[in-house]
């Protein structure tokens, strides 16, 4: 009786096995040699000068791979290289959706480097070197020494007042130069009035003050002089 039972439960178990190898293959199937979890649509959100296709290319998905077998640290990594792109993520709607998010630099000014311009965004980070942008403001004073793409540059984030500067002009089309001269910084604008901040504490007060004096000036019709502030003083326009 005893060793009819211990057949019994051995059978049992031997066929629980096959069962759990039987249910192993078909789910193996299901999942990697169907198309049911092909990629069939990639989105990709966030992008503003860089093609949604390079991004695309640089993660190293296509359509028809399965998203099961996709690494998301080492997609996120590789889209990483494009010096433009500061942040990415990645998210896998099951079982064929694939969404890119990207957070893109945002150029602030350029530095003139032998023949070339190098772009720099406002975390001060070395973007790329090319030819003179005209929407961008010359930064001039600080020597740029040895930077790498896609890297800040020492000499610019070591600088506190420029590195709070660029977030504050980037986009703005108001500057064509920003010169740097120890504690003084001189922002030349297009109209041809500057703005002169010297050894100010608080660079984003003095030059939003600065530049609503300078709003106002234009519209008077005032197209050079200097609106000057120093030492945290009360703005002074000299003609």
Known sequence: MMEERQYKKKKRFSVFIVFLFIFAIILYIILFKTS???VKNIYVYGTR??????????????????????????????????????????NIIYPSKVEIKIDERVLAAQISYKDKFLYVDTDCVAVQLGD?????????????????????????????????????????????????????ITLKTNSGINVVLENVDDISYSLNFSEKILNDLEKKGYSSGNVLIVSNGNPIYTP
């Open 36 to 38: 049911l979890f092909d």
């Open 49 to 90: 000068s860089v093609d949604k296709s390079d991004v695309i290319r640089l993660s190293g998905i296509e359509i028809g791979s399965n998203t099961l077998k996709i690494n998301k640290s080492a997609v996120i990594k590789s889209i990483m290289k494009d010096p433009y792109i500061k942040d990415a993520s990645i």
């Open 132 to 184: 003179y942008n005209n929407k961008l403001p010359i930064l001039k004073g600080i020597e740029v020494g040895k930077f790498e793409i896609g890297s800040k540059i020492n000499n610019l984030s070591n600088n506190k007042d420029i590195a709070k500067l660029l977030p504050l002009i980037y986009n703005k089309n108001i500057y064509n130069s920003i010169i740097v001269d120890g504690s003084k």
